[in-house]
């Protein structure tokens, strides 16, 4: 990310690596967050898991730093509602960027069909606990809608890999895949020469400490990458 901010252009003016520990990265957001105010940083983006993330903005507020802060599916971010299990109460919007439907619900969208063809073929042949389709906030959901894409796209990589199915012949497959649709995520997905992972299609997002969830940001569309 960093590397990438640079090359655009982008001011990077000050930098902070947690350790790994949850432990001694708690008593690290406290040294993170004055090394920023004494650099006269604005905007925080918060590259870390939920847990961090959340050490990091509480000892933000504890020091009265007001910031602009930015999430990206890094860390699983604007994945899920549980990145934010550990914001603390009344912590500033985030804004972020998506590559899936996270929060459309909220403003009244409803289930896509792509994602309902693969909860109901799910929910009615599974046997482990079942969820309801009206919380798509849930890992749950989110889980097996993602899986349903996951299995779609080996499915069609395989048929055109053939018989002989090796890593190298389905990496090749895939690239080959063209526009196809992605439950769960903005569709088209794309598969192009050295393009594998198919997420093309990105969304504006915010987080709001008002229900600690995901939120469509002020009705953002879903912006196709062009290639």
């Known amino acids: 990310f960093i590397a990438t901010a640079k090359a655009l252009g982008a001011p990077i003016t000050s930098e902070y690596t947690l350790t790994a520990s949850i432990e001694q990265a708690s008593t690290q957001a406290p040294l993170a967050v004055a090394q920023f105010r004494r650099a006269g940083v604005d905007t925080v983006v918060l590259a870390v898991n939920g847990i961090f993330a959340g050490q990091f903005v509480q000892a933000a507020q504890q020091q009265n730093a007001t910031w602009q802060y930015l999430a990206s599916?890094?860390?699983?971010?604007?994945?899920?509602?549980?990145?934010?299990?550990?914001?603390?109460?009344?912590?500033?919007?985030?804004?972020?960027?998506?590559?899936?439907?996270?929060?459309?619900?909220?403003?009244?969208?409803?289930?896509?069909?792509?994602?309902?063809?693969?909860?109901?073929?799910?929910?009615?042949?599974?046997?482990?606990?079942?969820?309801?389709?009206?919380?798509?906030?849930?890992?749950?959901?989110?889980?097996?809608?993602?899986?349903?894409?996951?299995?779609?796209?080996?499915?069609?990589?395989?048929?055109?890999?053939?018989?002989?199915?090796?890593?190298?012949?389905?990496?090749?497959?895939?690239?080959?895949?063209?526009?196809?649709?992605?439950?769960?995520?903005?569709?088209p997905g794309v598969f192009t020469s050295g393009r594998t992972d198919g997420a093309s299609a990105h969304r504006f997002v915010v987080a709001k400490s008002s229900c600690s969830c995901w939120q469509v940001y002020q009705r953002s569309p879903f912006y196709q990458d062009r290639y």
Do not use: H
């Not at 509602?81 to 998506?98: K, Q, T, V, Y």
């Not at 403003?107 to 799910?122: I, V």
């Open 73 to 187: 599916e890094d860390q699983g971010g604007t994945n899920a509602d549980d990145w934010l299990g550990s914001m603390p109460n009344g912590f500033s919007d985030i804004l972020g960027i998506a590559t899936t439907r996270i929060g459309e619900w909220r403003a009244g969208a409803p289930q896509p069909a792509d994602e309902k063809a693969c909860t109901d073929t799910y929910l009615s042949k599974s046997y482990a606990t079942k969820f309801s389709t009206k919380d798509r906030s849930s890992l749950d959901y989110f889980g097996t809608v993602l899986a349903c894409t996951e299995m779609d796209i080996f499915a069609r990589a395989a048929r055109l890999a053939g018989a002989d199915l090796t890593r190298d012949r389905f990496v090749q497959a895939v690239q080959t895949l063209g526009r196809i649709g992605m439950a769960g995520f903005g569709s």
